[in-house]
């Protein structure tokens, strides 16, 4: 029997928790893991991801797949990515829209991609590509991204929204990113969030971040918005009230899809991570309501 | 794909990778050097100077890696010669980077970068590089794909070989570093050192000091040869006969390796 898709406000795993959740298995809708992390590899974590796998369903996020990159697709890695995408009984993958290696070399972040026309139907092939090998849908995530690399022919919004349909993929929606970039570029995060395909949305990311100085690009004493400050997506500290209540917006508008909380940095204890997911939980379950109030209003108002 | 995005991600890379901040220096040179479109040239020179910040992020991450899996060999060498690691770091960046797909495996790249840098520069001891060593082994153990094959006790036979629990590796070194800590102080004196480094049951990987009559027969035993021979060549290789006393030691190192869950039996 197909299990239930997952809902809610789940976390990432990471390992700085992993103990802690095996040990005391609270009350949370499902997990994210990284495949990175586990492909590969054998020994303590493997092991303690397979108890996890037990009581969690397990949802897959990448980090490599440099789906906007100029060198070839890792067919080793894809094939590695399917087995062990089979093995946790992942439905899906999602991977960052951006490019993490070049000429050989692997940059190990999230690089910007130019939003050029001529590249949409290039980075949909590779996505189809990807698609083919692993065995299921893939979603592309939209990236904190601190500068466009070069003349861009369109905004990112239109940029993804034309990838998703050249590739005919699904969108793993970052809310903190979307209001990182609106932030750092000046732009309404509303009105983009308007021109991104929100019907192809099947997750979506929450993570707090800090702003640094420009210029030298350290944490920046003042953690608040202002001029000579920028933010960047450091996954280290709690998410903002603002993107907070965009996600509860979102959550009306797509209705249930699962939720992770990121956090990457300044890990304190599982207690903590959970509090905070469950201050998501309670935006979701309003955004929720809302979704489920606007589509019996439209069911009333059908002949 | 395009030229144009080409020579984009390659002035990217080189801005992340150049051991001086090229993008900080001169943005407009590293652009033409990669043959930047005009357009985008235009764009870049234009903007705010970031790509030093991705430079920031890029080096953030590798440095964290490779700080974290070699966090003894990096506090004994900077103790030692400051300054040496990060220009390894920088020399490795700049000579193309990672080329693995596995942050977990960037280490072991600048390891082999990193150690014959060092056997060059008088100011690091050679123990240093034996540090980095051991605790690239230690990673590589705790980190391999195992599986564990059925095996009985009640088999074990001199003529028979036996399993070992794995991943393990053998080392052999000049200084006996698995005393060392992050403190850097330097190992008491060169000696000989054979180590055996292993995962237990629980994935803890665990490192036991061998004599060299116990490393030769542990060579022989991984290499799947017979308990008796590999006995016979491994008293030979250190110039003793097998002899009572020898098959106690045997005996009580079988013993040893058997609470330690290493020795699981004779292959069922």
Same mark, same amino acid.
């Given at each position: 029997?197909?299990?239930?898709?997952?809902?809610?406000?789940?976390?990432?795993?990471?390992?700085?928790?992993?103990? =802690?959740?095996?040990?005391?298995?609270?009350?949370?809708?499902?997990?994210?893991?990284?495949?990175?992390?586990?492909?590969?590899?054998?020994?303590?974590?493997?092991?303690?991801?397979?108890?996890?796998?037990?009581?969690?369903?397990?949802?897959?996020?990448?980090?490599?797949?440099?789906?906007?990159?100029?060198?070839?697709?890792?067919?080793?890695?894809?094939?590695?990515?399917?087995?062990?995408?089979?093995?946790?009984?992942?439905?899906?993958?999602?991977?960052?829209?951006?490019?993490?290696?070049?000429?050989?070399?692997?940059?190990?972040?999230?690089?910007?991609?130019?939003?050029?026309?001529?590249?949409? =139907?290039?980075?949909?092939?590779?996505?189809?590509?990807?698609?083919?090998?692993?065995?299921?849908?893939?979603?592309?995530?939209?990236?904190?991204?601190?500068?466009?690399?070069?003349?861009?022919?369109?905004?990112?919004?239109?940029?993804?929204?034309?990838?998703?349909?050249?590739?005919?993929?699904?969108?793993?929606?970052?809310?903190?990113?979307?209001?990182?970039?609106?932030?750092?570029?000046?732009?309404?995060?509303?009105?983009?969030?308007?021109?991104?395909?929100?019907?192809?949305?099947?997750?979506?990311?929450?993570?707090?971040?800090?702003?640094?100085?420009?210029?030298?690009?350290?944490?920046?004493?003042?953690?608040?918005?202002?001029?000579?400050?920028?933010?960047?997506?450091?996954?280290?500290?709690?998410?903002?009230?603002?993107?907070?209540?965009?996600?509860?917006?979102?959550?009306?508008?797509?209705?249930?899809?699962?939720?992770?909380?990121?956090?990457?940095?300044?890990?304190?204890?599982?207690?903590?991570?959970?509090?905070?997911?469950?201050?998501?939980?309670?935006?979701?379950?309003?955004?929720?309501?809302?979704?489920?109030? =606007?589509?019996?209003?439209?069911?009333?108002?059908?002949? | 794909?395009?030229?144009?995005?080409?020579?984009?991600?390659?002035?990217?890379?080189?801005?992340?990778?150049?051991?001086?901040?090229?993008?900080?220096?001169?943005?407009?040179?590293?652009?033409?050097?990669?043959?930047?479109?005009?357009?985008?040239?235009?764009?870049?020179?234009?903007?705010?100077?970031?790509?030093?910040?991705?430079?920031?992020?890029?080096?953030?991450?590798?440095?964290?890696?490779?700080?974290?899996?070699?966090?003894?060999?990096?506090?004994?060498?900077?103790?030692?010669?400051?300054?040496?690691?990060?220009?390894?770091?920088?020399?490795?960046?700049?000579?193309?980077?990672?080329?693995?797909?596995?942050?977990?495996?960037?280490?072991?790249?600048?390891?082999?970068?990193?150690?014959?840098?060092?056997?060059?520069?008088?100011?690091?001891?050679?123990?240093?590089?034996?540090?980095?060593?051991?605790?690239?082994?230690?990673?590589?153990?705790?980190?391999?794909?195992?599986?564990?094959?059925?095996?009985?006790?009640?088999?074990?036979?001199?003529?028979?070989?036996?399993?070992?629990?794995?991943?393990?590796?053998?080392?052999?070194?000049? %200084?006996?570093? %698995?005393?060392?800590?992050?403190?850097?102080?330097?190992?008491?004196?060169?000696?000989?050192?054979?180590?055996?480094?292993?995962?237990?049951?629980? %994935?803890?990987?665990?490192?036991?000091?061998?004599?060299?009559?116990?490393?030769?027969?542990?060579?022989?035993?991984?290499?799947?040869?017979?308990?008796?021979?590999?006995?016979?060549?491994?008293?030979?290789?250190?110039?003793?006969?097998?002899?009572?006393?020898?098959?106690?030691?045997?005996?009580?190192?079988?013993?040893?390796?058997?609470?330690?869950?290493?020795?699981?039996?004779?292959?069922?």
């Amino acid at each position: 029997m197909k299990k239930p898709r997952p809902t809610g406000v789940g976390l990432g795993l990471r390992w700085e928790i992993i103990d =802690a959740l095996c040990e005391g298995l609270p009350a949370l809708p499902f997990l994210e893991i990284s495949p990175e992390n586990y492909v590969g590899r054998g020994g303590r974590f493997p092991a303690l991801l397979a108890r996890l796998g037990e009581t969690y369903p397990l949802l897959s996020h990448g980090l490599s797949l440099s789906l906007g990159g100029s060198d070839p697709l890792d067919r080793a890695f894809l094939r590695q990515l399917r087995s062990f995408l089979d093995e946790v009984g992942a439905e899906h993958h999602s991977d960052h829209l951006c490019f993490s290696s070049a000429g050989g070399s692997v940059l190990h972040d999230l690089l910007p991609i130019p939003f050029l026309t001529s590249e949409v =139907a290039r980075i949909a092939d590779r996505i189809k590509h990807v698609e083919d090998t692993i065995g299921r849908p893939m979603a592309i995530e939209n990236v904190s991204y601190y500068l466009h690399p070069g003349e861009a022919e369109m905004g990112e919004a239109e940029f993804i929204a034309e990838v998703c349909e050249a590739a005919d993929c699904k969108l793993m929606l970052d809310v903190n990113n979307a209001y990182v970039n609106a932030s750092n570029f000046g732009h309404d995060v509303r009105a983009w969030l308007s021109k991104v395909p929100l019907d192809r949305v099947i997750q979506m990311h929450v993570a707090g971040h800090d702003y640094f100085d420009e210029g030298t690009y350290e944490l920046s004493a003042t953690q608040r918005a202002g001029k000579g400050r920028l933010i960047v997506d450091t996954h280290g500290s709690d998410v903002c009230p603002p993107v907070v209540t965009l996600l509860e917006e979102m959550i009306a508008k797509t209705g249930p899809v699962p939720v992770v909380l990121e956090r990457d940095q300044a890990i304190g204890e599982l207690s903590e991570l959970l509090a905070e997911v469950r201050t998501l939980g309670a935006a979701y379950d309003r955004g929720l309501a809302k979704h489920v109030a =606007a589509t019996r209003a439209v069911a009333e108002v059908r002949p | 794909m395009s030229a144009r995005v080409e020579a984009l991600h390659a002035a990217v890379r080189e801005a992340c990778f150049s051991p001086k901040d090229e993008a900080k220096r001169d943005l407009g040179a590293l652009l033409d050097r990669h043959g930047v479109a005009p357009p985008d040239r235009r764009a870049l020179l234009g903007a705010k100077p970031r790509l030093s910040l991705y430079r920031k992020l890029v080096r953030g991450n590798v440095l964290g890696v490779c700080e974290a899996i070699l966090e003894r060999g990096h506090a004994h060498l900077e103790a030692s010669a400051k300054g040496a690691w990060s220009d390894a770091v920088d020399a490795y960046l700049d000579a193309g980077g990672p080329r693995t797909p596995h942050l977990r495996d960037v280490p072991s790249e600048l390891v082999a970068v990193l150690v014959p840098r060092l056997m060059q520069d008088a100011r690091v001891p050679s123990y240093v590089a034996e540090l980095f060593r051991l605790e690239l082994t230690e990673f590589r153990v705790g980190a391999a794909v195992n599986e564990v094959l059925p095996a009985s006790f009640d088999d074990i036979a001199a003529e028979r070989p036996v399993v070992l629990r794995g991943p393990s590796e053998r080392l052999m070194f000049a %200084h006996p570093v %698995h005393t060392l800590g992050v403190a850097p102080t330097p190992p008491a004196a060169a000696a000989e050192t054979r180590l055996f480094v292993y995962r237990d049951a629980e %994935h803890e990987v665990r490192v036991v000091v061998q004599t060299p009559f116990a490393d030769e027969l542990l060579a022989r035993l991984l290499r799947g040869l017979p308990l008796g021979h590999s006995i016979g060549e491994a008293a030979g290789a250190c110039g003793a006969a097998v002899s009572e006393a020898l098959l106690t030691e045997v005996a009580k190192w079988l013993a040893d390796f058997g609470e330690r869950g290493i020795l699981l039996g004779a292959p069922r």
